[in-house]
T-cell receptor
Framework: GAGVSQSPSNKVTEKGKDVELRCDPI?????LYWYRQSLGQGLEFLIY????????KSGLPSDRFSAERTGGSVSTLTIQRTQQEDSAVYLC??????????????FGDGTRLSIL | AQSVTQLGSHVSVSEGALVLLRCNYS??????LFWYVQYPNQGLQLLLK??????LVKGINGFEAEFKKSETSFHLTKPSAHMSDAAEYFC???????????FGQGTRLTINP
């Protein structure tokens, strides 16, 4: 079956521009996560959506970062006024259950974001 | 908060040799533990998971991991390395109450012919 799909796969933009990253989770998965992978910081949690509950935004590094999930499916991560330190691979994952769960998270191939 | 430590950012073994990648977690209560593999320019693929049903967990591609509560460890092993095993490996733990995975820093595995 189809896995987690992310687009674009690569994005190059100028400092100060806004970017939108898209994630299509596995059909039927209620939990959706965004992570950031960078050389200096490893894999960092950004935000978590579970069904219709309020998202857990505790990992967002600044108010320039926001995310939404429409209709309980597709999610968009938006970075406003991009900075060079935002350069990283942004990974999306989905799971059939959220919370403290033994259900694994399934990852997309990520969006590689480069800020010039 | 939970933390995960992977000893050795780089591990190099010969083809056919034993692979041992180390992972220690910080919780005093057995959490859910996972090993993921990442090939270049790809996302993370689940190798195996520990869910308290059995302490020795078998995963894909011949990998297995043993949960040792007394040592707070969940080391990943494979009896005989193959060239296709070259990748980066991440140990992760489900974080109590925060509903996210906490990852170790990763171990890059190189296989020498």
């Amino acid at each position: 079956g189809a896995g987690v799909s992310q687009s674009p796969s690569n994005k190059v933009t100028e400092k100060g521009k806004d970017v939108e990253l898209r994630c299509d989770p596995i059909s039927g998965h209620t939990a959706l996560y965004w992570y950031r992978q960078s050389l200096g910081q490893g894999l960092e949690f950004l935000i978590y959506f579970q069904g219709n509950s309020a998202p857990d935004k505790s990992g967002l590094p600044s108010d320039r970062f926001s995310a939404e999930r429409t209709g309980g499916s597709v999610s968009t991560l938006t970075i406003q006024r991009t900075q060079q330190e935002d350069s990283a691979v942004y990974l999306c994952a989905s799971s059939s259950q959220g919370g403290m769960s033994n259900q694994p998270q399934h990852f997309g191939d990520g969006t590689r974001l480069s800020i010039l | 908060a939970q933390s995960v430590t992977q000893l050795g950012s780089h591990v190099s073994v010969s083809e056919g040799a034993l692979v041992l990648l180390r992972c220690n977690y910080s919780s005093s209560v057995p959490p859910y533990l996972f090993w993921y593999v990442q090939y270049p320019n790809q996302g993370l693929q689940l190798l195996l998971k520990y869910t308290s049903a059995a302490t020795l967990v078998k995963g894909i591609n011949g990998f297995e991991a043993e949960f040792k509560k007394s040592e707070t460890s969940f080391h990943l092993t494979k009896p005989s390395a193959h060239m296709s095993d070259a990748a980066e490996y991440f140990c992760a733990v489900s974080d109590w109450g925060a509903q996210k995975l906490v990852f170790g820093q990763g171990t890059r595995l190189t296989i020498n012919p």
